[in-house]
Structures are given as C-alpha cells and as structure tokens.
C-alpha cells in the first residue's frame, strides 16, 4: 500500500502538467507555459522528496539498509 502510493506520488506532478499545459492550449487557463513547467518541476522534486521520506519512514525497525527507498527520488526525476 505504501509503495503504491509512494508511486502515485511521483506520477502526479507529470500528469498535472499534461493537463495544464491542454489547458492553457485550449486558453482556458492564462498562466505561462514557463511558468506551468517550473511548478510542475517543483511539485515534481517535492514529491520525489516526500516519496522517499514516506517509504523509509514506513521501514520495518529491524532493516538496516533504506538504499532502495532512496531510488524514489532518482525515479521521480527521470519521470
């Protein structure tokens, strides 16, 4: 469950900038291009941070290693 939603967490800020970049295609919206990518972009590195800060908070207490949990962020910026 946790993994899941660390994984919903690093899909939304890509797929919120597909549907405002429609938007703002469509001039329903009156925000910069530029300015639609650089949130996305923030919103994007903030939830990679917070995915990986979710997952390692969730570690069983006897695991030593959380080196897999920090792939979240590498994950969250190839996305």
Same mark, same amino acid.
């Given at each position: 469950?946790?993994?899941?939603?660390?994984? +919903?967490?690093?899909? =939304? @800020?890509?797929? !919120?900038?597909?549907?405002?970049?429609?938007? #703002?295609?469509?001039?329903?919206?009156?925000?910069?291009?530029?300015?639609?990518?650089?949130?996305? +972009?923030?919103?994007? =590195? @903030?939830?990679? !941070?917070l995915a990986?800060?979710?997952?390692? #908070?969730?570690?069983?207490?006897?695991?030593?290693?959380?080196?897999?949990?920090?792939?979240?962020?590498?994950?969250?910026f190839a996305?």
């Open positions: 469950m946790v993994f899941l939603l660390c994984f +919903l967490l690093l899909i =939304v @800020a890509p797929v !919120i900038h597909i549907i405002w970049s429609i938007l #703002h295609v469509q001039k329903r919206v009156k925000l910069p291009l530029a300015a639609i990518t650089i949130l996305c +972009l923030f919103m994007g =590195v @903030a939830f990679s !941070i990986t800060y979710i997952d390692v #908070h969730n570690l069983p207490a006897g695991t030593r290693c959380a080196t897999p949990s920090v792939g979240f962020i590498f994950a969250g996305i």
